[in-house]
């Protein structure tokens, strides 16, 4: 069981998710014992074997397209952290 | 005491207006008063509320109004939309959140009269095995409260062993219904993936996340599961497959039906007593009358590897949605990407950014075909085995865990150590089949309880509950109450 090296740096960053200097030291060891025992998936052949998505495959599942109630406006609002004028507000993107 | 009560004895006094849904609500809510200190099932209960829903029970039973859970109190997983209670699924990244609307499970009990009150403590975002990594607290085991209730299901287990509510609502992505039903000594079951819908269920991996009830024995089981289950236009996933009458299927009888014993089960690890136990389990199902064949999953030893690559992989992407824009906590940034960094950043504990780094990196350039693909293709191969198994037995028994509750704190610097106490209930989700976990027994000094996990066909519910209630009922272990 082999230890993996993970740039946990990188990552973190594809995840838009901050992690401390402390948070990155830590989840890198940890990760790498993990993968480390993933690794043995590869032991299998899995020549002509097929993926599994699903455990129920279903395929093309719709229903009639008809007006139904949705969430009243304020209703989809009301959780949020910020909003003004019935709409969310967010920092600004485009200078 | 009416907190005691299973849903089939209260129901029964109710219709015979021997008691009253507000007495057996109090009943609850005294008991929660009682013993949560201890136990810290609840992050929070709304008494107010609880006692309203009963009382307008009370007028439509009155009315002579029917329902299959008329007044009946049950508690939920902190995972699960009930319109205008809190919605945590304890993590601080949802700061305040309201439910706008009800789940599809919740809509279909309430529907039946229930009474939906409470929310129940987990692992955050259904991500452990113990309950240690909520962001409120821990949830003590209501046989030693040293010890943990499971997970992440904790809440829920722990609620029904402490009888504070009369059942309860929990999640099952790779162990997290049966596990801890298992630790804290009641009834959990998995339903097959896809009979009951999952909206209104916050997502973690979606191909394996299923709903299901915690009771304090199996009748209850098949009430609750007859009465959320069914297809769901909101839900494409769940499948349009009849619903049968559950608890007319559990007769008893179980002549003739086969039982398959895996022999990659007896793993090194397997406590002594668990193992002694699921033994005079198998014995006592040949007594009544069930022949027992020995099988072979030959890919079990991969189950948990192949589980931690494809459950991150899709948690990496569902929990993608909690970025501080729409709902929840906010940390301010600069830029969007810097307010979504901090917010998820101070947002999520720890157990959940390790998984969304581990699903991240399995999904990234380079990685995804040597680590999710082969997972999916290893996925196949661990469905395959169960398919092939199912076609000469009915139903597949196994201990639920390979020990009994551990010590708080003995687990939760290893993770690695702590997803290899699920070895026994996660390649059921992977191979999408359902699973129940009963009481088989104690151990002896502490006495704790232990579980005895029965794996059955896709949609093979009404087999799978017969055989758990024709052992339950020749057996004294769903009696045995803790001492609170």
């Known amino acids: 069981m082999a230890a993996v090296q993970i740039d946990v740096k990188y990552v973190a960053h594809l995840a838009r998710l901050s992690l401390t200097p402390e948070e990155e030291v830590k989840l890198s060891a940890q990760l790498g014992n993990i993968l480390g025992y993933i690794e043995k998936l590869r032991e299998l052949d899995v020549t002509n074997v097929e993926p599994t998505a699903h455990a129920v495959p279903m395929v093309n599942v719709t229903r009639a397209d008809e007006v139904r109630p949705s969430l009243p406006h304020e209703d989809a609002l009301r959780n949020a952290p910020k909003q003004g004028g019935g709409l969310f507000i967010v920092p600004k993107i485009v200078e | 005491m009416l907190n005691q009560l299973t849903i089939s004895e209260l129901t029964a006094k109710l219709a015979r207006r021997e008691v009253s849904a507000r007495e057996a609500t109090q009943a609850c809510l005294d008991q929660i008063t009682r013993v949560d200190g201890q136990i810290h099932a609840f992050l929070s209960v709304n008494p107010t509320d609880a006692l309203a829903q009963a009382d307008a029970a009370d007028k439509l039973i009155a009315s002579g109004a029917k329902g299959s859970l008329l007044g009946v109190p049950l508690a939920v997983k902190d995972v699960l939309a009930v319109k205008n209670q809190p919605l945590n699924c304890a993590s601080k990244i949802l700061g305040n959140f309201i439910s706008p609307y009800d789940a599809t499970a919740i809509e279909k009990l309430k529907a039946a009269g229930a009474i939906i009150f409470g929310r129940l403590n987990m692992d955050e975002f259904a991500m452990g095995s113990s309950t240690e990594n909520s962001a409120f607290g821990l949830t003590r085991n209501p046989w030693d409260i040293t010890r943990i209730p499971g997970g992440s299901s904790g809440g829920s287990a722990a609620a029904v062993a402490a009888q504070e509510c009369i059942a309860s609502l929990g999640t099952d992505t790779g162990g997290s219904i049966r596990q801890p039903a298992a630790l804290c000594g009641c009834v959990g079951l998995k339903p097959t993936y896809g009979r009951i819908s999952r909206y209104g269920l916050v997502a973690f991996a979606s191909s394996l996340d299923q709903i299901g009830p915690f009771t304090k024995d199996v009748r209850d089981s098949a009430i609750l599961l007859g009465a959320m289950s069914g297809v769901d236009p909101r839900d494409s996933t769940s499948v349009p497959q009849p619903v049968p009458d559950y608890a007319a299927g559990l007769t008893g009888d179980i002549r003739g039906m086969k039982l398959g014993l895996p022999k990659e089960y007896m793993v090194d690890g397997l406590d002594p007593e668990v193992k002694a136990a699921v033994d005079a389990a198998v014995k006592k199902f040949t007594e009544l009358g069930a022949e027992i064949v020995e099988i072979s999953l030959p890919h079990t030893d991969y189950a948990v590897a192949t589980y931690y690559i494809i459950a991150t992989a899709e948690a990496s992407a569902n929990l993608a949605r909690f970025d501080g824009i729409r709902y929840g906590a906010r ?62 037995v009915d139903a597949i028994v196994t201990p639920t865990t390979p020990t009994a509750a551990f010590k708080a704190g003995e687990k939760s610097d290893d993770p690695l150590q702590m997803y290899l106490s699920d070895i026994f209930t996660i390649s059921c989700n992977l191979a999408g089949i359902c699973g129940v976990s009963l009481p088989c027994g104690f151990t002896k000094a502490p006495k704790l309880p232990i579980g005895l996990q029965l794996l059955g066909k896709p949609f093979g519910e009404e087999s799978l509950l017969r055989l758990a209630h024709a052992y339950e009922q020749s057996t004294p272990w769903h009696r045995e109450k803790p001492v609170l």
């Open chain 2, 331 to 392: 940390v301010d940034g600069a830029d969007p990407i810097e307010l979504y960094s901090k917010t998820r950043g101070a947002g999520f504990g720890p157990e959940v950014k390790r998984r969304i780094i581990l699903g991240t990196y399995v999904l990234s350039s380079g990685y995804h075909d040597a680590y999710y693909l082969q997972a999916q293709k290893v996925r196949t191969l661990i469905r395959n085995d169960f398919l092939k198994a199912f076609e000469t």
